[in-house]
């Protein structure tokens, strides 16, 4: 394991020089945007109904309407979700996040009203769009999340990590109790969720994923941070199951079981940031990815350009 961390050290000390933090008035970087509390904790709600379709539909093959028709306030169902072939163990686990997950939306949606769901891409292909990027090539086999524990384990990975560093970095700008209290417990349990993704993937972090050339887990996960980083154009805020000493905890350990800063301190984004990571556009302004038609709510649309409301084409299951 020791080897396995220290050969990836050279690849995360490359992603430093391509990450590097932009200038610290962007405003991308600063968060300084005008929003309401009930604001920010509404932009959330789009990393929550990613969660809640991804989780419910792998695990049971059924998505949010079929447990609670009213959270998702009329926005579309998401597309390309499918139950994922996952051993015992895995579906369990996952099942349990799904239902967390719907406590989730009621919790943000009883305290302050919520907004629609928007349209969700979750189609293979997607997931195998930013697998590729990450990698540099395609994958052969077509990645597909759904097909094993492995694969679905991996795509998990992309998706509760960043919704936990938005919530970190939402909590300084807060200012009324009950929601600072409603934040800090999403963010308890989107950090677990995040830790248990990463415990089971490092347990196989030796594991080769033939659809990439056989790399092992380990380096796919450290490219898939070392993509983000890029598209959030904020410098490091994601870090990968081994990472070279300087990132590890207290400079000691290049194993890093849990993502975290100098400090061992959770990292935080912006909406924009999270934006350009989840759009895969590096854009806050243009739309793709999970959220081929924008994200919902306020803070997201204030980014959009007018006009410009992504590829809302019509997704079918086999794309």
Known sequence: MFKLCLALVLLLAISKIHANPVDSGYPSCSGNISASDVDRVHFALNLEFIEAEFFLRGATG?????????????GPPPVGARKANLDPKTRRIIEEFGYQEIGHLR??????????????????????????????????????????????????YY????????????????????????????????????????????????????????ITVAKLTNEIS????????????????????WLGAENRTTSNILSANTYSISYDRTAQEILKVMYGTGDEHRPGGF???????????????QGDHGDCRVYSEGD
């Open 291 to 305: 959220w081929p038609c924008g994200a919902n709510g306020r803070i997201a649309r204030m980014f959009l350009d």
């Open 226 to 245: 070392i993509l983000r980083n890029e598209l959030g154009m904020c410098g490091i805020k994601d870090e990968g199951l081994c990472v070279p000493p």
């Open 62 to 74: 059924k998505g949010l309407d079929a447990f609670n028709a009213t959270l998702a306030q009329g």
């Open 107 to 156: 919790a943000i949606t009883d305290m302050t009203g919520g907004i629609p769901r928007p349209l969700v891409n979750l189609t293979r292909e997607n997931f195998a769009m930013f697998m590729d990027r990450a990698v540099g090539r395609r994958s052969n086999p077509r990645f597909d999340p759904y097909a094993n524990s492995l694969n679905y384990l991996l795509a998990s």
């Open 159 to 214: 998706i509760p990590y960043v919704g936990l560093t938005g919530y970190v970095g939402a909590i300084p700008y807060l200012v009324y109790f009950n929601i600072k209290r409603l934040v800090a417990g999403l963010l308890g349990v989107e950090s677990g969720q995040d830790a248990v993704i990463r415990t089971l993937l490092y347990e196989r972090q030796n594991e080769r994923v033939e659809e990439y050339g056989g």
